[in-house]
């Protein structure tokens, strides 16, 4: 059986591939130090406990596993909180990569598998951003990840190391058989915590900004289900075992939904309201980000099939409802 390293493989996104690799019959091999992950959200493989800034824990499970590829997810990935620490942001997401990715090489694991985000793109206003769009990153989450694409194409001309980089756009709801779901400690995005309000776990959930040059004020996101964005990835590992060349894609459904058309869906899946109230806008958000790009779709052969809002909402309001993990 063949290994995939998963950083991050305990979080949201990780977990949800961890899945989707077992079920394309690789053993995916958990690295996560627990600090955002959920030690239960590890179902489909081993576990390593580590940190990406600890060199010779890396090593000793490369030299354990020998994966034939690293997918890489673990990241500090708050926009408002990383223009509050930048520091924690360049130290974790940059310093921690280039270990990996210095530990890949040495290992001779040759195949890459990189979560970056349109977040890197910056706010271009009216823009549709494809993968040729220029980068322009306005926080110093976005600018980070450019950093680690910008150390991938390096290592690439001087190792080989071949890589697929994807940028996400929102990514949001849940696995639908209940397995693994979102949940963040503290939450910040949002469709969970305006899940919470519905349901009176928390206060009414406060819109970032209500004066955006947007038809109703509030920022637009390109939203795509976590499941269709982790179906991708394991396209983009085949696309490197077929020996193709590294390739950037943008993972989105070219659709952008603002923030107030997300709680008129949340009311209509859930049949209740959203308590709200507006506030002022948070640092570093974009106006609007949505993907304008076919080439997953063309390249990659990815179809993604539950990424509708009104679906993403139903299987997150689900695993809302009856999934949890413990610390
Ligand atoms: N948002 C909001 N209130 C919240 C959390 C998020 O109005 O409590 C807005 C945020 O300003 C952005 C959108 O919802 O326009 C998506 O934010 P999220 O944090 O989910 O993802 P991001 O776009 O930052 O990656």
């Known amino acids: 059986m063949q290994h995939v390293l998963v950083t991050g493989g305990a979080g949201y996104i990780g977990s949800h591939a961890c899945k989707a690799l077992a079920q394309a ?63 924690r942001y360049w130290r974790n997401n940059v310093t921690g990569s280039l270990n990996l990715i210095e530990a890949a090489v040495a290992a001779g694991c040759e195949q890459f598998v990189f979560s970056s985000t349109c977040a890197t793109y910056g706010d271009q206003d009216n823009v549709v951003l494809d993968e040729t769009s220029e980068q322009h990153p306005i926080n110093a989450y976005g600018a980070s990840k450019r950093a680690i694409e910008d150390i991938l194409r390096d290592f690439e001309a001087a190792h080989g190391l071949r890589h697929v980089i994807f940028r996400y756009f929102n990514v949001a709801g ?10 963040h ?16 776990k928390r206060d009414a959930l406060t819109i970032h900004g209500t004066d955006y040059d947007t038809p109703d004020g509030t920022c637009i996101r390109d939203y795509v289900h976590v499941c269709d964005l982790v ?19 943008n993972l989105g459904t070219g659709s952008g939904f603002s923030v107030r058309e997300v709680l008129d869906h949340s009311r209509e899946v859930t049949n209740k309201s959203v308590p709200c109230v507006d506030g002022p806008r948070r640092p570093g958000d974009c106006t609007k980000l949505v993907s304008g790009s076919q080439r997953a779709e063309d390249d990659l052969g990815w179809r993604p099939q539950r990424s509708n809002l009104r679906q993403m909402i139903t299987d997150a309001w689900r695993w809302h409802q009856n999934g949890h993990y413990d610390r």
């Open 25 to 87: 019959g690789y053993v995916p091999v958990t690295f996560d130090n627990l600090v955002t992950g959920w030690q239960d959200a590890v179902k489909f493989g081993p576990f390593e406990k580590g940190d990406l800034l600890d060199r010779a824990r890396l090593d000793a499970v490369f030299a354990r596993y020998q994966p034939v590829a690293v997918m890489h997810f673990a990241a500090l990935s708050q926009v408002g909180e990383s223009m509050a620490e930048p520091g």
């Open 174 to 183: 849940a696995d639908p058989d209940g397995e693994v779901g979102e949940f």
């Open 185 to 200: 400690q503290p939450e910040t995005h949002l469709v969970p915590l305006m899940l919470d309000a519905i349901e009176g």
């Open 231 to 249: 179906d991708a990835h394991v396209l983009g590992l085949k696309w490197l075992e077929g020996g193709k060349g590294s390739r950037v894609f």
